[in-house]
């Protein structure tokens, strides 16, 4: 049979009202702060090849559609009816869990005796055990020290549950009543999920169920080739950087070329990238992965919203990832800050899109996802109690259609603020501000999205706060197209107090009983000429308090003076800013040249730092570091940072030959063996 596209309309409907109806029971049932209030976790529906079929848009995380699921599958076989499956390791799963703290559940659905789908889940735990409190910390260097890992087993076997898996699961955590309550609601919703796809095999039939699954694939898939045969066949490149690795003052690169396949492919090949790090940002990709281009899911599904969210969307892209790369890692490199690269993938991608179809992308948005989790000790029985705070997401960037918004990042929508009362009812603090800062969204004819600012105080002793995702506290957000780079994020101790001190970027902090800690995210970039932004949107920014006088003037060249514009000082300032700031082109040639070309306002953290690390001699650096086995990449670009650093501040300046003679001179130094390009290329 072939099917028609009205029942195919009204299978892609149903099936994603059916995640959705999941994704709610999940909301609505589960323990922690983390699930049940800033939606961190999502539901889907699964072929039993282990594709994606339907996933939710209205609820839950975004960035998970595409995931193969069918390593995971095979393992557990033979599955029965109300076994559900769970593994939350990302080398034992293939990919399907990214980092230790995402419990993912599968229960298979059966209907007239066959398997036909599996209902799928996933959930941030508050805890998985590991070296602190909330098992993350960006420092750790190997996965052992990150929590539990679980390969793919069995949970439930027809419906009951296996006492000695759970036993072992809630005896490695901190918080086992809430995980396990956390469990229980994952199982209610593929519970949920389960019945609405059998109640549509009643409804039309199983073969037609059946062949509704594919033919929404290939159908998404068909529709996301036709807006990427719109991609001119050139190649075009883009890097950006994880500004340290929280180990060392040592640029993570990311770096990225696109070119066209056929009349409606992309191949992604991430090679020049840097390897693995020893700390908590890489990614165990497996080689192919949706968080290596979920901006590109975020621009198909802007340019066609209905399209239908599925693996199809997966299809028409080919993957690159060199292993042992830090967005390829192999084991046992930790992953539990993965979402940092994520991040930092979503903007290169978006940076891709911006120099292939001009004025189709916002600049770029804070790029992070600050996880603050608090852990507060029980002084009656010496437990700690663990909960994450505020997931601090920064401004969007500006773009062709309007400014950027407020604390709140395109690449994480989906990712919503915790209530204050929510806060302070789950852990005994007090939120003292919760706020916009002033000015740190990108300026520009459309402003970028300003950034939030926390703060909160505790009153238990030995208090222990940890962050994962910081990032953009120096390189900053870049803007577009004449908009300028948004605010670096930061963090205080004690703001205000005589106690005031300024921290920067935090792994682990150590709070007092009275401390007051406080957390700014970055804020958007912005979108065109600042000077181009009409004087009374400045005037209106100024009066909401959300752009000083100071900056309207510096920024915008508009003087404002008892509440309103000064025209003619307005103009006057405006004519001499214009003949003092160089002009930007909106059209964008390949790789390095574009950013050469104005485009991009990378922020001077980022032109400094490549003004040494050029891209060609980035290139040069990574192709000597891949030549070593994966193990001692990490070690040996360390060591040739401090190398390249120091001849760089004596002789001003290190090219490839003096490159490969330090290579050269550090191989003999760390008593490696194993052999050297004989040149750079």
Request: hydrophobic share 40%; glycine share 10%; net charge negative.
């Amino acid at each position: 049979m072939s099917i028609d596209g009205v029942t195919l309309g009204i299978l892609s409907h149903y099936f994603r009202a059916a995640a959705e109806a999941a994704g709610y029971t999940l909301e609505r049932t589960a323990y922690t702060t983390f699930i049940k209030e800033s939606n961190d976790f999502t539901t889907g529906l699964v072929t039993p090849r282990g594709e994606h079929f339907a996933y939710p848009a209205a609820i839950g995380a975004q960035s998970y559609v595409g995931i193969d699921f069918s390593p995971a599958i095979k393992s557990l076989e033979p599955w029965e009816e109300d076994d559900i499956g769970v593994a939350n390791c990302p080398y034992l799963t293939k990919g399907m869990s990214t980092h230790l703290p995402d419990y993912h559940l599968m229960k298979p659905v059966f209907a007239e005796g066959k398997l036909i789908a599996f209902a799928w889940a996933f959930i941030h735990s508050s805890d998985m055990g590991g070296i602190v409190a909330g098992s993350i910390l960006p420092s750790t260097y190997e996965m052992f020290q990150e929590g539990l890992r679980i390969p793919p087993k069995k949970l439930f076997r027809k419906g009951r549950v296996q006492e000695d898996v759970k036993d072992f699961l809630l005896a490695n955590v901190r918080i086992p009543e809430k995980n396990w309550g956390d469990l229980n609601a994952v199982a209610a919703a593929l519970g949920t999920a389960e019945r609405r796809i059998q109640e549509a095999v009643r409804k039309w039939g199983l073969d037609t169920v059946e062949e509704g699954m594919e033919a929404l694939i290939d159908y998404a898939e068909a529709r996301a080739r036709s807006i990427i045969s719109r991609f001119p066949g050139r190649e075009f490149v883009f890097q950006d950087y994880l500004e340290d690795d929280v180990v060392s003052d040592m640029p993570v690169r990311v770096k990225l070329r696109v070119t066209k396949e056929g009349e409606d492919g992309l191949h992604f090949d991430f090679t020049g990238t840097d390897p693995q790090v020893g700390a908590a940002f890489n990614i165990a990709s497996a080689g192919r992965h949706p968080f290596l281009c979920g901006a590109l899911f975020g621009y198909l599904r802007s340019i066609d919203p209905t399209i239908p969210v599925n693996a199809g969307l997966m299809r028409p892209v080919r993957i690159t990832a060199p292993e042992g790369s830090v967005v390829n890692s192999v084991f046992p490199a930790p992953v539990g800050v993965r979402y940092a690269v994520t991040q930092l993938n979503y903007g290169i991608v978006q940076g891709i899109i911006a120099q292939a179809l001009p004025k189709t992308v916002p600049a770029a948005g804070a790029g992070q996802a600050t996880i603050l989790a608090i852990s507060l000790m029980e002084p009656e029985s010496g437990k700690r109690h663990i909960t994450v705070v505020q997931p601090m997401i920064g401004g969007s960037g500006g773009r062709d259609c309007g400014d950027g918004i407020d604390g709140c990042d395109f690449s994480l929508g989906s990712l919503a603020n915790t209530p204050i009362e929510s806060i302070e009812n789950e852990v005994p603090i007090v939120i003292r501000e919760y706020s916009v800062v002033p000015d740190s969204g990108g300026p520009g004819e459309h402003r970028g999205g300003m950034a939030l600012r926390l703060d909160f105080q505790v009153f238990h002793p030995d208090t222990i706060v940890t962050a994962r995702g910081m990032e953009r506290f120096k390189f900053q957000p870049w803007g577009l197209y004449g908009g300028r780079a948004g605010a670096a994020g930061d963090c205080w101790l004690n703001p205000g107090d005589p106690r005031e001190k300024h921290l920067g970027k935090i792994n682990l902090l150590r709070l007092e009983a009275g401390d007051t800690f406080s957390v700014r995210s970055p804020g958007g970039g912005g979108y065109g000429n600042p000077l181009d932004r009409p004087p009374e949107s400045v005037l209106e920014d100024v009066r909401d308090e959300v752009v000083t006088v100071r900056a309207a003037e510096r920024e915008y060249g508009v003087v404002i003076a008892d509440d309103s514009i000064d025209q003619g000082a307005t103009e006057k300032l405006r004519r001499r800013l214009r003949n003092e700031r160089k002009p930007v082109s909106n059209q964008a040639s390949v790789g390095d040249s574009a950013i050469a070309a104005g485009i991009f306002d990378r922020g001077a953290a980022r032109n400094a730092h490549e003004s040494l690390f050029t891209m060609e001699f980035s290139d040069a650096l990574a192709a000597l570091l891949y030549s070593l086995p994966p193990g001692i990449r990490y070690y040996a670009k360390q060591k040739m940072y401090a190398r390249v650093r120091e001849t760089a501040r004596s002789t001003g300046q290190v090219n490839a030959e003096v490159l490969q003679k330090l290579w050269n001179e550090e191989l003999s130094s760390m008593g490696l063996k194993f052999p050297a390009p004989s040149s750079v290329e």
